[in-house]
């Protein structure tokens, strides 16, 4: 199992919407073999490790 990519409370960005989030909870799924993440801005949405990327 690797690390997550993005830690609690820190700002990303969603990569479809340019949208600047924050990550309130992140989760390893195990079948799928990576990591979700939820986000305060829309809390019933969890997005993958590939649909966000730290902001510079």
Same mark, same amino acid.
Request: aromatic share 14%; proline share 2%.
């Given at each position: ?9 820190? $700002? &990303? ?25 939820? &986000? ?5 949405? $969890?997005? $993958? ?8």
């Amino acid at each position: 199992m690797k690390d997550c990519k993005f830690k609690k409370n820190e $700002f &990303v960005k969603i990569k479809e919407t340019d949208e600047n989030v924050t990550i309130i909870k992140s989760k390893y799924i195990s079948n799928m073999k990576r990591y979700s993440y939820i &986000v305060k801005e829309h809390p019933a949405i $969890f997005y $993958f490790e590939e649909e966000l990327e730290k902001i510079q």
